[in-house]
């Protein structure tokens, strides 16, 4: 009795495709064997890596060597401060620009450059003045401290926008430019 599943294989070119296709899976097989004796036969040799980071010594090993180019760990138990984040409101704006000019060594109080621009802009960073005599010039005073063109890109702070109409900018050029013909900002008392 004849099995019907195999009756394909009377065909001669049948036969020959099945014959071909245990033949390339024998291959296949055999191939796939032969790389994994040839991997587990031959161990490849291990180079020592530094750790990516400082590790404890272990006992009976010696210490890795930190690698150039790495800030130093923090102290064991001390994590580093988050970046800090800056209320986006004018007491936010006064504290972020007191940050950058700390930075850049310009002094200036969070008072003195309150009351500044509270006289100047009533606090509103989109306040132009188109009015006064800068004005009739062509260059408005603008922002919070009303500030002109040529003075904010005399002043400009690196580490804060290009832009005038930036409330840290602003703030922070101001103070420059105050720095460097009042001392600073807590010395001015009136238009400058």
Known sequence: MSDARLSF???PSLRKGAALAATVG????GFSA???????????????????FDLPALPGLPALP??????APAPEGLVPAPPQVYENN???????????MRLHGIPGSYEGIHRNIMRE??????AINLSDSNAAKGTP?????????????????????????????????ACNYAAHR???MDNVNGAY
């Open 121 to 126: 802009s009533g606090g509103n960073p989109k």
């Open 90 to 100: 004018l007491d936010g704006w006064i504290r972020q620009s007191l940050d950058v």
């Open 9 to 11: 294989l009377r065909r």
């Open 182 to 184: 009042y001392g600073s």
């Open 141 to 173: 005073s603008k922002g919070l401290l009303q500030v002109i063109d040529p003075t904010f890109n005399a002043y400009h702070v690196d580490g804060t926008a290009f832009d005038i109409w930036d409330p840290v900018a602003n703030i922070t050029a």
């Open 34 to 52: 032969g790389v994994a004796v040839a991997d587990d036969s031959a161990p490849a040799p291990v180079t020592p890596v530094a750790a990516p």
């Open 66 to 71: 930190a690698l150039p180019g790495l800030p």
């Open 26 to 29: 024998v291959i296949a097989v």
